[in-house]
């Protein structure tokens, strides 16, 4: 059945639940089109042939085969009563209403697809999970086409093994729906369905921005094919980078090169400082797996990152074809010897790269939702190996880093061989809102510094309400020279003028940001220093977050002292974990000898 969609018409698969028996054995299946079905299964002897069910949505068909295989005896004599028993057993526990029996016309066997065609099918599905609309639009992005309906042809290749064949919202063995494609269970709504008339079908609201993922939509999947890497003829995979490494970064770089080559550990964590150069490292990581002819996969959350990734990567490896997906991006179903893509983007591979590099792995929107790890983990296959990039693990991640369940690699300092920069803490009992008082004598004290350094300086605030506040607060205090040119100004994600006020910043118009946790990443500025206002916010201010956020200042070597202070009315537990784990880290980069002699 197919239903006209805004953009190409929609596959709604509805179908039978079946019995097909041979001699002395059985098989249950399901199949929008029962006469190919018959025509596959009479090849291998089972000439008997029975509908169970009339026609269901594929949530629900899946569910009551998957119930049959389990519980059903499929040897000896043909167990049609007994069968029937038991679809009826499963459709009680799926609270669905009783169905008439169908109709046991035997289906009339349909001819078998052409070998071209199902092969074409199978080049273009190769590591991935799609629509069956998603490959029909490979297809035509390659300009490559087949004559047989889409939905007969991969029927057919799932028949034989080598596709498999899920329904976007799906059942769990004990009648639970969750999302096969994301794997959530907790977002599923129940709707009144255009594709295949139901007044109750099941849509995941999680993964809506990839498309719907729905009970009666299929979702097919295969593998990539297994070789043997033995890496490209001729293929150059060293980086060719335009600086010299770090002592720190050779160091973390042979153990990730290391950690390829041997294959032992599945899982690595290169847990590095703010500002360390990690993805140098991975580029050591990508060259070893390169080498060996491996599939690569690069993830990251923020579609910015996978830009500007892509532009450095062909900079580094020019001979080799880099693909870059996030949304709006086109060729999305090529192939290339490196594919960087957002973690959404992810959703779409299936058991495809050897090596899969997940970038941020704190970050939003991957730190709070699992279901971009699910994507992650499905897009790597079953033996391959995934390396953890970030400056700030979650605790989960730590927590297996300790068990040892997660190789670690450190990368503990900076180019420049100066220390990170220790959070000063500041408290302030008495520490008041914006405009109830005069400013605080601390704030003023660290404007004063940052100005006499003729520094700038980022003011974090936990509240989107505070950013203005604490604006009209300074301004009120401290005017400046100039009304139509303030020397403090704010930003906040949805602020419509944030990347005009941004650059501005970069730029050096004005010293003084106020922002809150928009900027604590990907933000490298020149001469900055940082103060946490209010630091004392655990609910936005996590350790993770307050680290990040130091991590701004002392990037540049031309002012590697940047100074980071967290004031507060007390000091919180994550305040003093934060402070902690930078001094810990400076600890490391001493003992291993990669900080300047005049700063060990």
């Known amino acids: 059945m197919t239903v006209e969609g805004s953009y190409t018409p929609v596959f709604c698969w509805q179908g ?46 899946a569910f009551l085969c998957e119930w049959l295989q389990r519980y059903l005896p499929l040897n000896g004599e043909p167990p049609w009563q007994e069968a029937r028993a038991l679809i ?31 092969a074409l099918v199978q080049k273009n599905l190769a590591g991935r999970i799609l629509w069956r609309e998603e490959i029909a639009m490979a297809l035509a992005e390659k300009k490559e086409a087949v004559t047989t309906p889409l939905e007969d042809l991969l029927h057919w290749l799932y028949l034989a093994g080598e596709v498999t064949l899920l329904p976007g919202v799906g059942y769990d063995p004990n009648g639970e729906p969750r999302c096969r494609r994301c794997g959530q269970a907790s977002r599923l709504l129940k709707v ?55 002592p720190a970064q050779v160091d973390a770089c042979r153990e990730a090169e290391n950690f390829v080559f041997q294959g032992r550990e599945k899982e690595c964590l290169l847990w590095a400082a703010c500002g360390a150069g990690k993805t140098e490292v991975a580029c050591g990581t990508i060259a070893a797996a390169l ?163 003729k520094a700038r300086l980022i003011i974090f605030v936990p509240a989107v309400k505070l950013v203005e506040e604490v604006v009209a607060w300074l301004l009120q205090e401290r ?17 419509p003028r944030r990347d005009a006020i941004i650059a501005a910043f970069r730029r050096g118009e004005f010293p003084v940001l106020v922002a809150t946790t928009v900027m604590e990443r990907g933000i490298t500025i020149p001469r900055l220093n940082v103060l946490v206002l209010y ?39 994550a305040m003093a974990a934060a402070r902690r784990q930078i001094q810990e880290f400076n600890h490391l980069a001493r003992r291993r000898g990669y900080l300047l002699a005049d700063e060990k």
């Open 16 to 61: 039978f639940v079946y019995l097909a028996w041979g001699d002395r054995s059985g098989r249950v299946g399901i199949s929008h089109n029962p006469g190919l079905d018959r025509t596959f299964w009479l090849q291998y002897g089972y000439r008997q042939f029975s509908l169970l069910t009339p026609p269901l949505p594929l949530g629900t068909a």
């Open 88 to 118: 009826n057993k499963a459709r009680v526990k799926l609270g669905l209403p009783p169905w008439p029996l169908p109709v046991n016309g035997l289906p009339s066997p349909r001819p078998a697809p052409a070998q071209a065609e199902l």
């Open 192 to 246: 009144a369905c255009s594709a295949c008339g139901s007044g109750d079908c099941l849509v995941c609201e999680g993964c809506l921005t990839m498309g719907q993922a729905r009970r009666c939509r299929p979702l097919y999947a295969r593998p990539w094919p297994a070789r043997r890497a033995t890496g490209r003829p001729g293929l150059d995979a060293r980086p060719r980078l335009k600086f010299t490494l770090t």
């Open 291 to 453: 080498s060996l002819g491996k599939t690569i996969l690069y993830a990251c959350p923020r579609r910015e990152i996978i830009r500007e990734l892509q532009v450095r990567l062909t900079s580094i490896w020019p001979e080799l074809r880099i693909l870059a997906l996030y949304g709006g991006s086109s060729d999305k179903f090529g192939e290339a010897d490196i594919i960087l893509a957002t973690t959404h983007q992810s959703l779409r591979f299936y058991r495809r790269f050897d090596l899969v590099i997940l970038d941020e792995v704190d970050a939003f929107p991957l730190s709070e939702d699992p279901m971009l790890y699910y994507a992650v983990e499905r897009a790597r296959r079953e033996d391959g190996q995934a390396l953890l990039l970030t400056a700030t693990p979650p605790p989960g991640l730590v927590a297996r880093v300790r068990r040892r369940q997660v190789k670690v690699i450190y990368l503990p300092a900076r180019h420049h061989g100066h220390p990170l920069p220790v959070p000063e803490i500041l408290r302030d009992p008495f520490l008041s809102q914006p405009g109830a008082r005069h400013l605080p004598r601390f704030l003023v004290n660290c404007l004063d510094q940052t100005l006499a350094e």
């Open 479 to 495: 005017p400046g020279p100039d009304p139509n040119r303030p020397w403090v100004q704010g930003c906040y994600a949805a602020h």
């Open 535 to 573: 630091a004392d916010e655990e609910r936005v201010f996590t350790v993770n977050t307050l680290i990040q956020m130091a991590g701004r200042a002392g990037r540049s070597s031309a002012y590697p002292t940047g100074r980071v202070w967290f004031l507060a009315r007390r000091i919180s537990p």
